[in-house]
């Protein structure tokens, strides 16, 4: 058929012309395009060809001899009489016209194809929606009239070559998941609701409709979920018995709302905490307010959630999980042995004053007791040593004992060194702070042998 480039040419021309339709093809830079052409049950054994421009021998892309060529494949469908030709990696320089060819005695029969290549891209303007973690969020995507009974869809990302395959739900499932969609054919409005967002929701968004011919309709959705932003995540601990207290920020303009507190694992299902008995709200300024739990409990461990809005917003609470310990258990913490440690500092010099009061105590009356002895045996020993001086006048005595005289001062001399000994002893005594019965008992024997 190719040494017939002018017999092709006019039948190319006279095909064009005398076509009922034109066959168009949408593509996007970057992706495949398949390109599909129905033939006559007469031409199923024969070849079939994909040209463009004119379709003279240099103009032939592929046949289906070759299966592939370059960027370009082509199957036979025989069964459909459907021959389809992949056109891969799309540059904009690739839309213009084509020719599906079937080789066959005598002149060849064509079919049109007109290829559109768009960016993979969409689309401006963009619709902006924000919501918050845990929440919803209801995305509006508008249609028009010709759109009523044609198919809707919803896709993650921003290129239209893929949305509808993508799809996370369409018109023929309204309910995927956490995606329900609702179509208002009298506003021409479809919705799709989100719920139980999560951070990763958070990206672009592209509203489908699917045309007939030509490439689906779109328009762009740019969707920021924001993160449930405590002022502070706290971690608090307690002891069953004693108290605990919540303190918890609020925004200024906060001021005149009611004061929440409640708990559970989730904000969205916690048990509002009612502030009576054990429970009180306290301090309640500019800036925070307080909530003090008088008497722990084991079962008050847990994740508490305390707001100054009736509905939660970003920015307006706070979190706190508590964990509640029994006395015995609690471990010996830093602060303890610190604390430990400085009142042991601190009461030293006391105890070593009481040490020093108790020695002093003890060792007095041992030192008393010492003199005492010390002063008994002067006294022994002075009487010893007038025993002795009697002892050697004895024989003064023997000679002298017929004289009056003598024997009265000799007994003056006695009795002067027996008052001397009581006076010495009583001042010794009286010294020591000690008087014996046994003592007194012995001195007045004493004097008694001696007069």
């Known amino acids: 058929m190719w040494s017939h480039q002018h017999i092709i040419i006019c039948t190319a021309l006279s095909f064009v012309i005398s076509a009922e339709g034109l066959i168009e ?4 830079e970057g992706r495949d395009i398949n390109v599909s052409c129905h033939y006559d049950e007469r031409f199923k054994d024969s070849e079939k060809y994909f040209c463009k421009n004119d379709c003279g021998s240099s103009d032939v892309l592929i046949t289906t001899k070759q299966k592939n060529k370059g960027k370009y494949s082509i199957t036979d469908d025989i069964k459909n009489r459907i021959v389809t030709v992949t056109i891969s990696d799309l540059q904009s320089h690739d839309a213009e016209k084509y020719w599906c060819g079937v080789t066959v005695w005598g002149i060849d029969t064509y079919s049109e194809v007109k290829l559109h290549i768009k960016e993979d891209r969409c689309c401006d303007p963009v619709n902006k929606t924000q919501s918050i973690e845990e929440g919803s969020v209801t995305i509006s995507c508008p249609y028009d ?3 009523v009974n044609k198919l809707k869809f919803l896709c993650r990302g921003n290129r239209p070559s893929t949305c509808r395959q993508q799809a996370v739900i369409t018109s023929n499932n309204t309910q995927n998941g956490r995606f329900r969609l609702s179509d208002d054919r009298k506003s021409r409005i479809f919705t799709v609701t989100i719920s139980s967002l999560t951070l990763n929701d958070s990206g672009s968004y592209l509203c489908g409709v699917q045309r007939n011919s030509g490439s689906d309709d779109f328009s762009a959705v740019e969707l920021e979920v924001k993160e449930w932003c405590c002022v502070e995540s706290k971690d608090m601990s307690g002891i069953v018995g004693r108290a605990v207290t919540f303190q918890c920020p609020y925004p200024r303009h906060h001021h005149n709302n009611m004061m929440f507190l409640c708990k559970g694992d989730q904000r969205s299902n916690c048990t509002y905490i ?4 054990s429970v009180t709200l306290h301090n309640v300024n500019a800036t925070f307010f307080s909530v003090v739990i008088t008497k722990l409990k084991s079962e008050d461990s847990g994740t508490y959630w ?6 939660w917003s970003v920015g307006n609470y706070t979190q706190f999980h ?3 310990e029994e006395e015995e258990q609690r471990g010996v913490s830093e602060e303890s042995i610190i604390e430990a440690l400085y009142w042991l500092f601190a009461a030293l010099p006391v105890l070593l004053l009481i040490l020093i009061i108790i020695l002093v105590k003890v060792c007095k009356p041992k030192r008393r007791q010492l003199k005492v002895e010390a002063a008994v045996d002067m006294n022994t020993s002075k009487l010893e040593a007038a025993d002795a001086q009697d ?9 002298n004992y017929d004289d009056p005289a003598i024997r009265s001062q000799q007994r003056a001399c006695k009795e002067q060194r027996s008052v001397q ?3 010495d002893y009583e001042d010794e005594a009286q010294y020591g702070n000690i008087s014996t019965t046994e003592d007194i008992y012995r001195n007045e024997f004493f004097l008694k042998t001696q007069s």
């Open 25 to 28: 093809v949408f593509g996007y």
């Open 145 to 147: 009239s010709q759109s």
């Open 274 to 277: 009612t502030y009576q008995g």
């Open 306 to 311: 305390c707001r100054s809005d009736p509905k």
């Open 322 to 324: 508590l964990t509640v």
């Open 391 to 399: 002892v050697t006048s004895g024989e003064d005595l023997y000679q």
């Open 421 to 423: 000994f009581f006076e």
